[in-house]
């Protein structure tokens, strides 16, 4: 295989750190560029990753270290200095852009005014830019962006949900039929899910406007903490967020079970999922890198899930493994009480995604890590406290609807609780 140079935004991140390190070992030339913003918002929270997290340069010098390879990188805010970012790509020209450079938390992204905007206007500044500059440069990289499962909503639309675009018929003033493929109707959860579903607009304008080679992948929820890369040295370790804003709902659940607290399921359960193995993430971006859309085909949207659970089945699983007790508590998001989700993931399977299973019994890591490190757990951080309207707060016992700006909306901090998605 011939190496690509590949530019990693977002890099330093839960998903970019480890892509970046898997791309690198199979031969591409990486770079990494990033603003550090998640370890700015932890320190704006008080939180702190289970898993200690080096220094990007401390991290980047440990790959070098066993791998023997080295892997380049920038700090640059790409949705506010822009000129600083497009001097830079021109500088680089890669061959392919993964972008992961969006804030990523759906709990974060509605705590209060601050945070809506922040995500809006971080998220969309940041992929409109680089959008616009690859134009500005006349580069022809491919472009494989982050996208997520939740752009479909979770309204349980009783079939198999299609790889981003819904073929429909429409009858003209003649009677004749059309057929059309049509971007599937977006449902938004949250703030978060909102940018992502407008990323989508933004792709296909520039796909058809300027020919732009684009694959958005609408990934589900990510479980498991290491790769095999990862593993390589201490300072590799990737990140593992338990706390209410940024924590997955495995991760809460592995560290409710770790201090002996039942796992806090919100409402009844009955929400499914989408669910891939970060191992797998890695592995389909790089089947992403390998096949690029044609110059002038519409986005490539590939689903990038492996398999759904509803929560309460993912609760009982951890149950099991760990003795745990399962609690019921009130669901702070605003949504159904419970959906069905059927996902088409054909495509990346074709490539050869040959993904790993929650029940495949390869929990041991995550199980492992909430464990070794479960002296680094504040339990004060384990509550979701964002609401997601003034229904919600109420429903949560808060009778302060201001709690819905400030984001404090759970006033048992001994309660701990996991968002569910």
Same mark, same amino acid.
């Given at each position: 295989?011939?190496?690509?140079? *590949?530019? +990693?935004?977002?890099?330093?991140?839960? #998903?970019?750190?480890?892509?970046?390190?898997? &791309?690198?070992?199979?031969?591409?030339?990486?770079?990494?560029?990033?603003?550090?913003?998640?370890?700015?918002?932890?320190?704006?929270?008080?939180?702190?990753?289970?898993?200690? *997290?080096?220094?990007?340069?401390?991290?980047?010098?440990?790959?070098?270290?066993?791998?023997?390879?080295?892997?380049? =990188?920038?700090?640059?805010? *790409?949705?506010?200095?822009?000129?600083?970012?497009?001097?830079?790509?021109?500088?680089?020209?890669?061959?392919?852009?993964?972008?992961?450079?969006?804030?990523?938390?759906?709990? =974060?992204?509605?705590?209060?005014?601050?945070?809506?905007?922040?995500?809006?206007?971080?998220?969309?500044?940041?992929?409109?830019?680089?959008?616009?500059?690859?134009?500005?440069?006349?580069?022809?990289?491919?472009?494989?962006? &982050?996208?997520?499962?939740? !752009?479909?909503? =979770?309204?349980?639309?009783?079939?198999?949900?299609?790889?981003?675009? /819904?073929?429909?018929?429409?009858?003209?003033?003649?009677?004749?039929?059309?057929?059309?493929?049509?971007?599937?109707?977006?449902?938004?959860?949250?703030?978060?899910?909102?940018?992502?579903?407008?990323?989508?607009?933004?792709?296909?304008?520039?796909?058809?406007?300027?020919?732009?080679?684009?694959?958005?992948?609408?990934?589900?929820?990510?479980?498991?903490?290491?790769?095999?890369?990862?593993?390589?040295?201490?300072?590799?370790?990737?990140?593992?967020? @338990?706390?209410?804003? @940024?924590?997955?709902? &495995?991760?809460?659940?592995?560290?409710?079970?770790?201090?002996?607290?039942?796992?806090?399921?919100?409402?009844?359960?009955?929400?499914?999922?989408?669910?891939?193995?970060?191992?797998?993430?890695?592995? #389909? +971006?790089?089947?992403?890198?390998?096949?690029?859309?044609?110059?002038?085909?519409? !986005?490539?949207?590939?689903?990038?899930?492996?398999?759904?659970?509803? +929560?309460?089945?993912?609760?009982?699983?951890?149950?099991?493994?760990?003795?745990?007790? *399962?609690? @019921?508590?009130?669901?702070?998001?605003?949504?159904?009480?419970? %959906?069905?989700? %059927?996902?088409?993931?054909?495509? /990346?399977?074709?490539?050869?995604?040959?993904?790993?299973?929650?029940?495949?019994?390869?929990?041991?890591?995550? /199980?492992?890590?909430?464990?070794?490190?479960?002296?680094?757990? %504040?339990?004060?951080?384990?509550?979701?406290?964002?609401?997601?309207?003034?229904?919600?707060?109420?429903?949560?016992?808060?009778?302060?609807?201001?709690?819905?700006?400030?984001?404090?909306?759970?006033?048992?901090?001994? #309660?701990?609780?996991?968002?569910?998605?």
């Amino acid at each position: 295989m011939i190496g690509k140079k *590949i530019l +990693v935004l977002g890099g330093d991140g839960f #998903c970019g750190w480890p892509t970046a390190l898997h &791309l690198s070992s199979i031969g591409h030339d990486v770079t990494i560029l990033d603003n550090l913003s998640r370890r700015r918002i932890d320190l704006e929270l008080g939180i702190r990753s289970l898993t200690p *997290i080096e220094p990007i340069d401390v991290r980047v010098e440990a790959w070098e270290e066993v791998s023997g390879k080295r892997i380049d =990188y920038a700090v640059i805010d *790409i949705a506010r200095d822009y000129q600083e970012f497009a001097d830079f790509l021109e500088e680089l020209r890669p061959d392919t852009i993964v972008h992961f450079a969006e804030q990523r938390a759906a709990p =974060y992204s509605m705590r209060g005014a601050k945070e809506k905007r922040y995500t809006v206007d971080n998220n969309m500044a940041a992929t409109h830019n680089v959008l616009v500059a690859l134009t500005e440069l006349g580069l022809d990289s491919h472009l494989v962006h &982050l996208g997520t499962m939740g !752009v479909y909503g =979770y309204s349980g639309a009783g079939f198999e949900l299609p790889e981003g675009y /819904l073929p429909v018929e429409v009858t003209d003033d003649e009677g004749q039929r059309h057929k059309r493929d049509i971007l599937y109707p977006t449902n938004p959860g949250s703030v978060y899910h909102l940018t992502k579903s407008l990323d989508q607009l933004l792709f296909q304008f520039y796909a058809n406007n300027d020919k732009m080679r684009i694959t958005d992948l609408h990934q589900g929820i990510v479980w498991g903490t290491q790769t095999r890369e990862t593993r390589r040295h201490p300072a590799l370790v990737n990140r593992f967020d @338990y706390d209410g804003e @940024y924590g997955t709902v &495995l991760n809460r659940f592995l560290v409710e079970s770790a201090v002996g607290h039942p796992l806090t399921v919100h409402g009844t359960g009955g929400q499914t999922r989408a669910f891939i193995n970060i191992q797998d993430t890695v592995r #389909c +971006v790089e089947l992403a890198v390998n096949n690029p859309p044609e110059a002038g085909s519409p !986005v490539k949207i590939l689903n990038q899930v492996a398999e759904t659970l509803e +929560v309460k089945e993912l609760a009982q699983l951890v149950s099991t493994l760990t003795g745990a007790e *399962i609690a @019921y508590v009130p669901n702070p998001r605003r949504e159904a009480e419970a %959906n069905d989700l %059927n996902v088409s993931n054909r495509h /990346l399977r074709a490539l050869g995604l040959d993904p790993i299973l929650l029940a495949a019994g390869l929990l041991d890591d995550t /199980l492992e890590i909430s464990s070794r490190y479960k002296d680094r757990i %504040n339990l004060a951080k384990i509550p979701a406290r964002t609401a997601w309207n003034e229904d919600r707060s109420h429903a949560l016992g808060n009778d302060d609807s201001a709690g819905v700006k400030n984001g404090s909306t759970h006033p048992d901090e001994n #309660c701990p609780s996991q968002r569910a998605a």
